[in-house]
């Protein structure tokens, strides 16, 4: 945010914050948020190299358009274990996955 825009809300009594402070997460909290959000991109750009749809996609992991739909949005009922399995099956090996991670 541009200081002088920062500077007017904190005069006018407003407390900006980060969304971590916002939601009151813990540094492990937000570290498991950020690695969720870099899978699921992952994820996605990986599916979308393929030129796959996201029913192309579901029919390869034996699933649903939908559930592909939250893999990708980093919906918290998706777990690591399916997101890691779905870049396996998209293509992603352990060195790719490990950068995706270390990133």
Do not use: Y
Not at 4 to 25: I, P, Y
Not at 61 to 76: F, H, I, T, Y
């Amino acid at each position: 945010m541009e200081k002088k825009k920062r500077k007017r809300l904190d005069e006018k009594g407003w407390k900006v914050r980060s969304v971590s402070e916002f939601l009151g997460l813990s540094e492990d909290e937000e570290r498991v948020v950020e690695l969720r959000i870099a899978l699921s991109d992952a994820l996605k750009k990986q599916r979308l190299n393929a030129k796959l749809t996201q029913e192309g996609f579901a029919r390869m992991l034996n699933s649903s358009q939908s559930r592909v739909a939250k893999m990708e949005a980093g919906d918290p009922s998706v777990t690591f274990d399916l997101l890691i399995r779905s870049l396996f099956r998209a293509g992603i090996d352990r060195r790719k996955l490990s950068k995706i991670i270390a990133a």
